[in-house]
């Protein structure tokens, strides 16, 4: 307790040099830790499709209508039913039409307004880890009272937890072409809000020009005018029946697939047309894009640590240089030469432990920032192990610096220089 | 009792810059005397202070402080001395500049594991004794010359032990100063502390009763 007491005195003590070493030791971690939350940000990307890239198969984006055209919708729906020896994982994207009070004009109340509903294949939808604001994310299962839950993202409309939002489905009536009558076909019940500025799953990679995982998402903005509702698509009701407007689709071979099969299935795809590229290929563009975002992000972590070793080196050098009269006059008081090493100890330990708190508080604030959506933070267990390869550089450097100094110094000479 | 016998201290020892500064030295001390050990710069009065005090080691000979042989003592032991039977004064002070007078004084308390109720208690006696415990709480850095002697010498009282040391405890004061740092050496003396001060001034060489003078690191 002692060691630590003197430990705490050269601290409080020398306030100012103290809080700027702490302060410095806290903007590293900060630093540190949000490079470690920007590398972790793609790989979120990455991760819920992680599984499906190993699989041989291929990516499969049909060629988008210009026009809503429900018959290309049924015939990419019966493409996809036909494919032989393939497992097919789908987005499925439609646009629905709703008469739900909080979208409505007041000057036109009996309008329908269209919407996006983008529902995945539960065995991705599961994997997505979008950040909520509140509630929780939808359940792959309609509720008690038939309805499909779904997440949506703030906007304008200010759609919340508990909206139930009635959805229909436009029909064209054959004897009178421009007589659009409105069906009802499924209710979805918000059960959460997506967080603001989050890259939300999207439907057509095509639109990303590198082809990888990137492009399976878009950003959403609760200043963005489009209404958006992310529900998983496993549910029988929602996929066969209604919400036809297949998006990428993810193939994996069966294991009975072979290239007589292959060659079926691709004519049948060239046929429906759209673009075709390989999960292999599909796999390296996203492996490409995760290393190019670490090489970019490396070399702040690299000048990450080369500051936190030379301002430790130099800050822990200055200080126990600094303590050395004291440690002599302690030792002239009845300590022990070894056990004023436990002091400079505690003395590092307290700075490291203010410092390393500091810098976690800084870093949780700034999760909880706008900001950091803005640029893209992820905090997960990477900045555990990163906090904790940093606190043990930082502890590791201030043992062993002092144990060099110390040791190499002789009390009496200490005391000699005095006099 | 201090007994030194043939004590020989050589720095940088087997090593070719090895340097002798103390050579077949040997000297008594009794319990309650107040010796001054006088000499030139040099003279090897600092490093025989620094051997009683236990602060520095020798190579040849025999040191024994109260029944105690020295010679080879762990440093938890040579510690133990420096905390228990032993008080050091010396010519800068030796205080730590950033804690107050009570701070300071209450150094080798921590370090004895006295029972914590009983420090400032301690600490305020040994002010008491040195005249300043009305300065307790003022910061080291504000003080006089004089009073912060005087805080050196309370440190060393702290813990009652039996021999003061002091190395040219009035070397960085004015005379007047001086003369009231030796009365209160010998106040101390009077009080039963063996005192021993290394020394060049001749007044305060002749306030103690005995005197011993070194020369080219020998007793003369």
């Known amino acids: 307790m002692k060691y630590f007491r003197y430990g705490f005195f050269s601290v409080i003590k020398k306030p100012l040099f103290n809080i700027l070493i702490v302060l410095e030791l806290a903007g590293i971690l900060i630093v540190g830790n949000l490079t470690i939350a920007a590398s972790n940000s793609r790989s979120v990307y990455y991760d819920p499709l992680a599984e ?35 497992t097919t994982v789908c987005n499925y994207y439609h646009t629905l039409y709703t008469n739900y009070e909080k979208f409505n004009n007041p000057m036109f109340p009996q309008d329908y307004y269209s919407k996006n509903v983008v529902a995945f294949d539960n065995r991705i939808y599961e994997k997505f880890n979008l950040p909520l604001e509140k509630g929780r994310w939808a359940s792959c299962q309609k509720n008690n009272s038939g309805q499909v839950e779904a997440v949506a993202i703030r906007n304008s409309d200010k759609i919340d937890i508990g909206d139930i939002i009635p959805f229909y489905q436009a029909v064209v009536n054959d004897d009178e072409p421009y007589d659009i009558r409105y069906e009802k076909i499924f209710d979805i019940v918000i059960v959460g809000i997506i967080a603001n500025n989050t890259y939300c799953p999207g439907v057509n990679i095509a639109i990303n020009q590198e082809q990888n995982v990137l492009g399976c998402y878009e950003l959403q903005m609760t200043s963005s005018d489009s209404s958006y509702f992310v529900a998983c698509g496993a549910d029988k009701h929602l996929i066969d029946d209604h919400l036809l407007g297949l998006s990428t689709a993810y193939m994996i071979y069966n294991e009975n697939y072979n290239e007589t099969k292959d060659s079926a299935n691709r004519e049948k795809l060239s046929m429906l047309g759209g673009s075709l590229m390989e999960m292999s290929t599909f796999k390296l563009n996203s492996d490409q894009y995760l290393y190019d975002q670490f090489i970019k992000l490396m070399p702040i972590l690299l000048g990450v640590f080369l500051i936190v070793l030379v301002e430790l080196i130099c800050s822990v050098t200055m200080n126990t240089r600094g303590q050395l009269k004291n440690y002599g006059i302690y030792f002239l008081c009845g300590c022990r030469w070894k056990d004023v090493l436990k002091i400079s100890l505690a003395n590092a330990g307290i700075i490291i432990g203010l410092g390393a708190l500091l810098g976690m508080t800084g870093t949780v604030i700034f999760e909880f920032t706008p900001y950091a959506k803005l640029f893209e933070q992820n905090l997960d267990f990477n900045n555990v192990y990163l906090t904790f390869i940093l606190i043990l550089l930082m502890l590791v450097l201030s043992i062993m610096i002092p144990i060099f100094i110390i040791g190499k110094t002789q009390p009496v000479e200490i005391i000699k220089e005095r006099t | 009792m201090i007994s030194i016998k043939s004590l020989t201290k050589t720095y940088n020892y087997k090593k070719s810059n090895a340097f002798t500064a103390l050579t077949d030295v040997s000297l008594t001390v009794e319990d309650g005397e107040m010796l001054a050990i006088i000499g030139k710069s040099g003279a090897g009065k600092s490093t025989l202070l620094h051997i009683i005090g236990c602060i520095d080691t020798f190579e040849k000979g025999e040191y024994i402080i109260d029944d105690i042989s020295v010679h080879k003592l762990s440093d938890k032991k040579l510690a133990k001395i420096r905390n228990e039977k032993v008080g050091i004064v010396m010519q800068d002070f030796a205080l730590v500049e950033e804690y107050t007078v009570l701070e300071n004084v209450k150094i080798p308390l921590y370090f004895a594991k006295k029972r914590k109720r009983s420090l400032n208690t301690l600490a305020l006696s040994a002010l008491e004794k040195v005249g300043i415990r009305d300065l307790a709480k003022k910061s080291v850095n504000k003080l006089s010359g ?62 103690c009763k005995r005197q011993i003078e070194i020369s080219d690191g020998k007793i003369t």
């Open chain 1, 52 to 86: 499906i890239m190993n699989h041989e198969g291929y990516v499969f984006t049909p060629q988008k209508n210009p026009n809503y055209d429900y018959d290309k919708d049924l015939r990419v729906k019966a493409t996809y039913d036909n494919l032989d020896g393939i």
């Open chain 2, 146 to 207: 004089g009073q912060k002697q005087r805080v050196a010498i309370a440190r060393a009282i702290v813990n009652d032990p039996s021999f003061i040391l002091a190395d040219e405890p009035t070397g960085a004061l004015d005379t007047k100063t001086s003369a009231e740092i030796i009365e209160l050496f010998k106040s101390l003396n009077n009080d039963g502390k063996t005192v021993i001060i290394i020394t060049h001034d001749p007044t305060v060489a002749e306030s």
